[in-house]
């Protein structure tokens, strides 16, 4: 079974911390996606990666940074956590081209 | 920016009824429209799509309509059950750009009562 993989489901931080939330897939799928979802926001693109080592900014970049090293995981960091960075994170995948994408369960992140 | 949005947040129906979700988009030229189905604590999950030369695509037991006059996209859920209680999205996939990211609406919840 085909599947996108968070590392962490539930995750409390404090504030100022660095975060590290990490994204596996085992599709070699060569686009990978962060969003972040709030309640009546819909899911919100923060960065995607369309090959190893490459990336580009969503629409909610700021206070994130993401790395790809290798095709199958995508990790996105928060530099200095803040509170209004608590929210779910969604880590998806998909084919060039193809919007089908797969989903991770989420990562809900607190930030104290 | 150009976004998606929905006409309903909430969406109530008795079991075996038929469903109605609706979706209003704004980018005229987008291509591409996905349903996605988000049960709790799960990530979304892909139900169906539809291009934009289409107006009609069926899948079992979802239908999904596309009218591009008025940029409305529905879906539609035959004989509901209980498992279909979730939150749906629509999205739409501009179709400029190198590589392909999907613009999602807020999303509607739908309530299945027996």
């Known amino acids: 079974d085909v599947k996108v993989t968070q590392s962490s489901r539930y995750l409390v931080k404090r504030t100022g911390e660095k975060v590290f939330l990490e994204c596996v897939q085992d599709?070699?799928?060569?686009?990978m996606f962060w969003y972040r979802q709030d309640p009546g926001l819909g899911l919100r693109l923060i960065y995607f990666?369309?090959?190893?080592?490459?990336?580009e900014k969503g629409d909610i970049p700021e206070g994130y940074s993401v790395s790809r090293e290798k095709k199958e995981r995508f990790s996105l960091i928060l530099e200095s956590a803040s509170t209004n960075q608590t929210s779910m994170y969604l880590c998806?995948?998909?084919?060039?081209?193809?919007?089908?994408?797969?989903f991770g369960s989420g990562t809900r992140l607190t930030v104290v | 920016g150009e976004s998606v949005g929905l006409h309903l947040p909430t969406l109530s129906v008795q079991e075996g009824d038929n469903s109605i979700i609706n979706c209003a988009y704004s980018?005229?030229?987008?291509?591409?429209f996905i349903w996605y189905k988000q049960e709790s604590g799960k990530g979304p999950q892909f139900i169906i799509d539809?291009?934009?030369?289409?107006d009609k695509r069926q899948g079992q037991r979802v239908t999904v309509l596309l009218n591009k006059t008025v940029k409305h996209l529905s879906l539609q859920i035959a004989a509901t059950q209980p498992g279909d209680s979730a939150v749906y999205f629509c999205?739409?996939?501009?179709?400029?750009?190198?590589?392909?990211?999907?613009?999602f609406g807020a999303g509607t919840r739908l309530a299945v009562h027996p």
């Open positions: 998806a995948s998909s084919l060039p081209g193809y919007y089908g994408y797969t």
């Open positions: 599709m070699d799928h060569e686009n």
């Open positions: 990666s369309y090959d190893v080592k490459m990336k």
């Open positions: 980018n005229s030229a987008s291509d591409y």
């Open positions: 539809i291009r934009s030369n289409m």
């Open positions: 999205a739409e996939g501009p179709i400029s750009g190198g590589y392909n990211k999907l613009i």
